[in-house]
Every structure is written in structure tokens, then in C-alpha cells.
């Protein structure tokens, strides 16, 4: 499995299919019976995602997102949908919401914001650009955001992931995060997930510096999870298992044994030296977070592990006659006084007098993927699924909604990636479109470029995020494509893989100073030489480039690309290939853009 490399932006396929379009709405193809995991629910396309859930705010504000915007509200299900400009107070009154704007009171029982809005509490302010709900529950604002299952993933592997991972390590978090949010129940009444560790660490202003590579991992294993012998599976991951992972049930002794979720070494989290933890802390400190887990001991004496799992972990505690769950006892120390305090089970316990000495291996519950020897096995060399292999024997990494696993076919300077062997037919015709895209723009790489090839139009827009009318769209030496019997049915599939090799070979070229126009004009020039419209565009270069990031609809891509093109011819009738070329690479001299727009 190759991914996109960090900081590359998606360009959009510019062949936009009416044809396609039509193909938005069919259902799935049917599966074979015995891929389908019956008992599962199908297959969805967003998550409700609880936020801001430790921090149990009474009031948000509200705002428009920016001055050309406005907060679009409605305050119960049947009530007209609100365009405000001024800011909205929302506070929590008992199991209402009230709403004050410009010194205006109104109660309601539920609030439902679309587009874009920026949300402030407890001194931070984020903008989201998802559906949020505001409820309240007991004086306490309970805000849902409705996310796309892959800009959940992604948001998720930002903030989880450390400076050790690389990219098939995030590779294989991003899968075992997304198998997590969709495989099991989280025992949240209001929403999916939650936003804290108790679900999936989720930081809603994001994480500039991961997420770049997070977006990458989770774009190339879209809509991946983990499978268990044609069943779906669980999957949980851990900072640091210490050296040995911990089976499911002896941190959860109600969950049934799965043979995938075993208790195993791990040379990898080891390979730089055993780290331990040691911590010390007082009766009183331990008092108070035993009392917030509902265990109260007033003047109990004695600390002692009483039991231990298979990996060595402690399983229960003895405090004075009473026995307390290592895992509770943890999390109660955990959410009292702060996870660096007592950060696994993996623990011995001695006491003098009122002070009680931890010491201790590992981070977090050991079951599942350790995050610190998968960051190790990935510096090592080994590749995702190796990873999943290690942490998850005999389960493997499939297509949620069917169970297929996506294989890969060697091209001549391409990988296709499909869940279809049936796909490996069009082999051939892809290479020509390789070697046609090569010799047209006198570009050529060494570089093996991975076409990605989804099995339905709702497979490629859930998985992609891309509306349906987009037939492909390159991310660096990444390509995603629809599908490759409908590309073919349609006979779009030579101009479509022509487009996106061609981008590919552009986007090796292109610096950080390149124009979008400029990479979506040279594609178009050389894809379809013939097609040169003579008419001068109505929009500037700067108006390309924004509809080009941000069509909104099939006719303005279209005209945004005609346009890009327009520009593109006129560079390289002026100034010629070899400059234009050069451009591409430093980016184009102010003088040169400026006179390029005028007329
Ligand atoms: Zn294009
Ligand atoms: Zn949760
Ligand atoms: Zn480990």
C-alpha cells in the first residue's frame, strides 16, 4: 500500500461526467452472500461526534465564520431556518437551551446549525464547516458534530499520532482508528463518539504540523477497516504497551476473547531499552480519586495488587478487605490527577507510611496496536498491513462496506490499487495512457504513480470526499479514480487517465509557488491539444484558482478549466515550453502574472 505524499493538494479531474452524475444515486452493487457479515449494519458515510465532552460547558457563542458569511440556525425541527449576521449567545437551562441575540431571550429544546460557523467556549474558538446540534442535558450544553466518516479519521490520527510516526504507521492507525468509531457501541446516548480518550483523542482546532501526513494516511486507506475471517473486527491502539500487549479480556473482563486481540511481547516498543515509570502519590491524593470513582474508603490502610493478567498486568487491587478493578482504579486516578500520574497497569505498588510508591511499565491499556512499536516497525521498513499483521494476528485490513480486500496490479509506472481482480484487464489501457501522457508533455518520472480505482460512484465519493460528478483527481503521484468498468462503459476511461497521469507528472514538477491554474491549464493544453477555445475568459487568474480549489458545481469547474487552459496556451505561445517549465518549478515572476491577465 503506497499513500499521497504530505503537502500535495487533490486537483480534481476535469472531465465531469453527466453521465456519472446520473450514476450518483444507484445503490451498492450487491455483495456475495457469504462476504456480507449479516448481523452488521450497513455501511454509513458520517459519525456524530461529541465535542468539547470534558470540558461541560453552560455557554457557547456563536458567530458567523467570516464577514462574507452568516450563522444559518433553526431552533427546532419544524421551525424556518434563520440567516443571522450578529453573534448568538447559547446557554444551558436545565434539559433547554437558551438563545440570546442582541439582547433578544428565546428558549428552545434543540439548536441545528449548517454551514459554516465558528464556535467559542471555555477560551477557544473553532470553525466548523459541519452540521452541529446543541442540546442540553442537566445545565450542561451537550454540541454534536456531524462529521464525514474520513474527516473524522483524519482528525483523529492528527491528534493521536506522535513525531515518531511515519507513514505506514499512520497508515494502520488511521484503519484501526476507523474500525474503532464503526465496529462497536461507545455508550454515549447524545452521539457516536466523544471527542476525549475515553472514545478517540479528537482536537477540534487541529494540529497543523500532523496534519498534512494524517490527511495522506487517511486517504489512502479510505473506507478501510479491520476483518476478522470475513467478520468485522475490533481494534484498539495504545501509546506504549510496554513490551508485552494485553489480551482484550484482561483489560475488559466482560468482552469476549477474540484470538486477534492476544497477549504477546513486543520487541519493537523495546528496541531502544525498557523505559519504566515510576510515581508517588499520597493517601489523600489517592482518597480523592478513589472517591470520584465511587469507591469510598475513608481511613482504609492497605494498597496491594491482589491479581494479575496474563502480560503481568495488575487485573485487581485489594484496598484493606474490599477489591477494586486495576482498569477502574487507573482511569479514577487518570481523570482525577492527570494521566501522567499512573499511566498503565502494568504496575508494582509499595507504600511507607501515607506516601505510595507506582512504578511501572508502558502507556495506556496495552490491548491492540502499541503506537510506539508501530512507529518503530515503520522506521524499520515494514509496510501497514505488516503492522496491522503484528498487533492483530490473522485479522487483516478490507473494504468496510463489502469485506474485499483491495489488491494491487503492477502497471508499467503505475500500482492499480482495486477491491476487483477483474480490474487488472484494463492493465494495458492504463499503461498507454501512462506512456501517452509521458510523451505528450515531455515529462517523464522513474516514479511509480498508484491509481486507486473504487468500485461504485457512493464508494468513491464516501471514501473521497468528492462529489459524484468528479470522475478522478490526483494528490501528488496519487491518483482516485470511479470506476473503472463505468469509465470504460462511458468511454471516458483513456481521456480520464491521460488527465491524471498527466497531473501526476505535472505535479512532480510543480513547487510550492506554482499557481493552481497554471498545473490545471498545462494538463488541460496537453490533454486535449485540439480543444483550444479562442475566446479570452471573463474570469481573472486569481477567480481560476479560488473556483478551481472550490467548484461548487460541475459548470464552474468547467469554466474554471476552460479558463486555466486559456491562460496556459498564452504562457506558452509568449514564453515558450522550457520557460514556462521553469516557472512551474519557482514560480511565476509577478510582471509575467500581471500582464498574462490583461487584455
Ligand atoms: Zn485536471
Ligand atoms: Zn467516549
Ligand atoms: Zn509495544
Given amino acids: ?153 483524519e482528525r483523529v490520527v492528527a491528534s493521536e499520532s506522535g513525531t515518531a510516526d511515519s507513514r505506514e504507521s499512520l497508515q494502520a492507525l488511521a484503519i484501526v482508528v476507523r474500525t474503532f468509531a464503526l465496529h462497536e ?91 519504566e515509570w515510576a510515581s508517588e502519590l499520597t493517601r489523600t491524593e489517592l482518597t480523592a480519586a478513589l472517591a470520584s470513582a465511587g469507591v469510598i474508603a475513608p481511613r482504609w490502610q492497605h494498597l496491594t495488587v491482589e491479581r494479575r493478567g496474563e502480560s503481568g498486568r495488575a487485573v485487581t487491587l485489594r484496598l484493606d478487605a474490599a477489591q477494586v478493578s486495576a482498569e477502574s482504579f487507573q482511569l479514577a486516578v487518570g481523570q482525577a490527577l492527570g494521566w501522567n500520574r499512573i499511566p498503565s497497569t502494568w504496575f508494582e505498588v509499595s507504600q511507607q507510611g501515607d506516601r505510595f510508591f507506582f512504578h511501572g511499565r508502558g502507556w495506556g491499556h496495552g490491548v491492540g496496536l ?44 503505475f500500482v492499480l490499487e482495486s477491491l476487483d481482480a477483474s480490474d487488472a484487464a484494463y492493465l494495458p489501457q492504463l499503461a498507454r495512457a501512462r506512456a501517452e501522457a509521458a510523451q505528450r508533455s515531455g515529462l517523464n518520472a522513474a516514479e511509480t504513480f498508484t491509481v486507486r480505482a473504487f468500485a461504485s460512484t457512493p464508494a468513491f465519493r464516501d471514501a473521497m470526499l468528492a462529489p459524484g460528478w468528479v470522475a478522478a483527481f490526483t494528490e501528488g503521484n496519487w491518483i482516485a479514480t470511479q470506476s473503472l468498468h463505468t469509465l470504460a462503459a462511458r468511454h471516458l476511461l483513456d481521456a480520464t487517465m491521460l488527465h491524471e497521469f498527466l497531473h ?49 458545481t460541475e459548470a464552474e469547474s468547467e469554466a474554471a478549466h476552460r479558463a486555466a487552459a486559456w491562460y496556459a496556451t498564452r504562457l506558452l505561445d509568449r514564453y515558450g515550453r522550457a520557460k514556462v517549465l521553469e516557472w512551474l518549478r519557482s514560480g511565476i515572476p509577478t510582471g509575467i502574472a500581471a500582464a498574462l491577465g490583461q487584455r
Fill in 504 to 552: 501526476a507528472l505535472v505535479e512532480r514538477e510543480a513547487g510550492p509557488q506554482a499557481p493552481l491554474w497554471l498545473r490545471e491549464g498545462l494538463v488541460e493544453v496537453w490533454s486535449q491539444p485540439a480543444n483550444r477555445t479562442k475566446t479570452a475568459p471573463t474570469l481573472n487568474l486569481n477567480a481560476v484558482d479560488a473556483m478551481l480549489a472550490h467548484s461548487s
Fill in 370 to 413: 502499541c503506537q510506539k512499536g508501530a512507529a518503530a516497525m515503520a522506521a524499520d521498513g515494514r509496510t501497514a498491513q505488516q503492522i496491522l499483521d503484528q498487533y492483530f494476528p490473522g485479522a487483516h485490513s478490507a473494504d468496510e462496506a463489502t469485506g474485499r480486500a483491495w489488491q494491487s496490479f503492477q502497471g508499467n509506472g
Fill in 1 to 153: 500500500m503506497k499513500g499521497p505524499p504530505v503537502n500535495s493538494q487533490r486537483i480534481a479531474s476535469s472531465l465531469l461526467l453527466a453521465s456519472v452524475l446520473a450514476l450518483a444515486g444507484v445503490t451498492r452493487t450487491p455483495q456475495p452472500a457469504a462476504f456480507a457479515a449479516a448481523t452488521q449494519p450497513p455501511a454509513r458515510s458520517t459519525l456524530r461526534i461529541g465535542m468539547w465532552t470534558l470540558w461541560h460547558d453552560r455557554e457557547v457563542l456563536l458567530k458567523p465564520a467570516g464577514p462574507d458569511h452568516k450563522i444559518t440556525l433553526r431552533a427546532c425541527d419544524r421551525c424556518a431556518t434563520l440567516s443571522l449576521s450578529q453573534p448568538v449567545s447559547v446557554h444551558a437551562a436545565g434539559n433547554e437551551i437558551t438563545l440570546i441575540v442582541s439582547s433578544k431571550k428565546g428558549n428552545a429544546d434543540r439548536l441545528s446549525l449548517t454551514g459554516p460557523v465558528t464556535l467559542t467556549a471555555h477560551g477557544e474558538t473553532v470553525t466548523l464547516h459541519n452540521p452541529v446540534t446543541i442540546t442540553a442535558r442537566a445545565g450542561v450544553l451537550v454540541i454534536a458534530v456531524t462529521l464525514p466518516i474520513e474527516s473524522y479519521v
Fill in 185 to 275: 457501541p461507545h455508550g454515549h446516548a447524545d452521539y457516536d463518539l466523544c471527542d476525549s480518550t475515553h472514545c478517540q483523542l479528537l482536537h477540534w482546532s487541529g494540529n497543523p504540523t500532523r496534519q498534512a501526513a494524517a490527511h495522506a494516511a487517511a486517504l489512502a486507506t479510505a473506507g478501510e477497516t479491520l476483518w476478522f475471517r470475513r467478520q468485522r473486527a475490533l481494534a484498539y491502539f495504545n501509546k506504549d504497551c510496554g513490551g508485552r500487549t494485553a489480551s482484550l479480556v484482561e483489560i475488559w473482563p466482560r468482552a469476549h476473547e477474540v484470538p486477534y486481540l492476544p497477549s504477546q511481547p513486543d520487541r519493537y516498543c523495546t528496541a531502544g531499552g525498557e523505559k
